[in-house]
């Protein structure tokens, strides 16, 4: 069968807005393969979600062996070990005592879980008064309308509005960009010291948490904060007792070169968000932590107030088990260390030939960089020009598959580009996909006349 979109029945599926894009085929690696016999590389994962990249025979094998005994089992009813087996494993990744985990089906519902777990242990430890938590903008936690609450976004928010409890937010600490005569570790803890100054305009005794991403997603294009920043974001939760919640869907599971984003500055964080990665596609899986010091007042209180019925199912958590054991198996963590340097060098490299890429940053294999107008003043390109679509477009009728976005936070818009390819990538395949992306670049620069 050789199906051209063209010839294909109208679509049903209305999220399918744009153009008709190819059937996809089949996938192994880094690459998919689609009906009309094209090859793409998946130079973003998906929206960062394939870390152990595709067709991964032994996930694939566990998964039917699972399924050969018990596809679902309500957690209410049994237990399973697919289950207990990889919130163990999960609980020996995450730092300090936080080795209490809970299972959901994606990353909107862990902040969920995380908002809900915030409030109700200020309830059950008698400070009912604590609800807001404070987030960054420009950021992005989900689409849920309690992780909308927490996204600094306002092309996905304002629209919902009214259903929305929008918290507080403050700055992403995007210091790369400032042009002032601070170090950066200076900036660092002015970016932080914001936080301080947040939770007493808004009275510390109303507030539950700090929500924020390590290494920044897909909002701030794998911002890396400058050192001084965690300790002084630690010290402040802590002078006010305000719980702090890594949201680690994006940068968690090996993506940066450590099995957390937060692992790269020793953080300790109250609560950790996880997705993506953990299922690496396989399965749609999530996962919040916490310590037992946390959890107990909550459980004593008569339980958790809150669940889903996904939660912890056999077949989505033998998936995830398998994903880690290949991520120790493969070596991810210091192959998405090494890969990660060839490629952002290739993006700076490519910066220095197109002056549009600017602030070229990231960890391991989450590299980003802004597309300006101005490399200087990061002044954007003009709405109307859509450089960032272009791009993508360009890009995938070359076979390459890029991330990018148009960012709207407080006032300001930005254009984009996160490269993410999956975490087994080797230096031929970087230089396959730098390759490409180099083209397109090029073909951008000309058709655009930048
Ligand atoms: N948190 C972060 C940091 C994310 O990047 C995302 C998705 O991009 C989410 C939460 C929401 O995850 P999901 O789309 O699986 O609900």
């Known amino acids: 069968m050789n199906i051209q979109a063209t010839e294909r029945p109208a679509s049903h599926l209305f999220y399918v807005t744009r153009l008709r894009r190819p059937l996809v085929d089949r996938a192994e690696g880094i690459y998919f393969w689609t009906e009309d016999g094209r090859r793409f590389i998946d130079g973003s994962s998906g929206p ?8 991964n025979r032994h996930v694939i094998e566990a998964m039917k062996r699972q399924m050969d005994k018990v596809s679902f089992a309500y957690r209410l009813h049994f237990e399973n070990e697919p289950a207990e087996e990889l919130a163990r494993r999960l ?13 959901v089906s994606g990353g909107s519902e862990a902040v969920e879980s995380a908002i809900k777990l915030a409030r ?13 938590v404070i987030s960054r903008f420009p950021s992005y936690h989900g689409g849920t309308m309690g992780a909308l609450g927490v996204t600094g976004d306002l092309a996905l928010t304002e629209t919902f509005a009214p259903q929305i409890q929008p918290m507080p937010a403050i700055p992403a600490p995007t210091a790369y960009r400032d042009r002032d005569n601070l170090t950066m570790e200076q900036r660092g803890v002015r ?9 007493l305009a808004e009275g510390p005794e109303s507030v539950v948490a700090f929500i924020m991403e390590p290494i920044g997603g897909a909002a701030t294009a794998a911002l890396v904060p400058p050192d001084s920043y965690f300790p ?6 802590d002078k006010y007792g305000i719980l702090l919640i890594h949201d680690e869907v994006m940068s968690g599971a090996a993506r940066t070169g450590r099995y957390l984003g937060g692992d790269h500055w020793n953080c300790k964080p109250d609560i950790i968000t996880l997705s993506k990665g953990i299922g690496s596609g396989y399965a749609a899986l999530g996962a919040m932590a916490a310590s037992a010091k946390l959890v107990k007042p909550v459980l004593d209180m008569g339980g958790f107030q809150h669940g889903y019925t996904y ?7 033998s998936a995830g088990l398998a994903v880690l054991e290949e991520m120790e198996r493969l070596g991810c963590e210091a ?12 993006l700076e490299g490519l910066s220095k030939r197109f002056p549009f890429i600017a602030g070229v940053r990231g960890k391991g294999l989450l590299i980003g960089c802004d597309l300006v107008a101005d490399p200087v003043t990061f002044e954007p390109f003009p709405k109307t020009q859509a450089t960032n679509q272009r791009l993508l477009d360009i890009a995938y009728d070359k076979g390459l598959i890029l991330y990018s976005r148009r960012i709207r936070g407080d006032g300001a818009e930005l254009d984009n580009l996160i490269l993410a390819p999956p975490l087994i990538i080797s230096a031929a395949e970087i230089g396959e996909m730098v390759s490409i992306l180099g083209d397109s670049f090029e073909q951008l620069a000309h058709e655009l006349d930048l």
């Open 311 to 317: 939660a912890g199912n056999p077949l989505a958590c």
């Open 48 to 55: 960062m979600v394939s870390n152990i990249g595709h067709g």
């Open 191 to 199: 970016y932080a010291d914001m936080l301080e100054e947040k939770i």
């Open 232 to 237: 002084r974001i630690r010290e402040i939760c």
């Open 120 to 132: 109700q242990w200020a309830v059950a430890t008698s400070q009912p008064k604590r609800w807001k």
């Open 335 to 346: 192959n998405a260390a090494a890969m990660g340097d060839l490629l952002k060098s290739a």
């Open 91 to 103: 609980a020996g990744k995450m730092p300090g005592d936080l080795d209490r985990i809970f299972f």
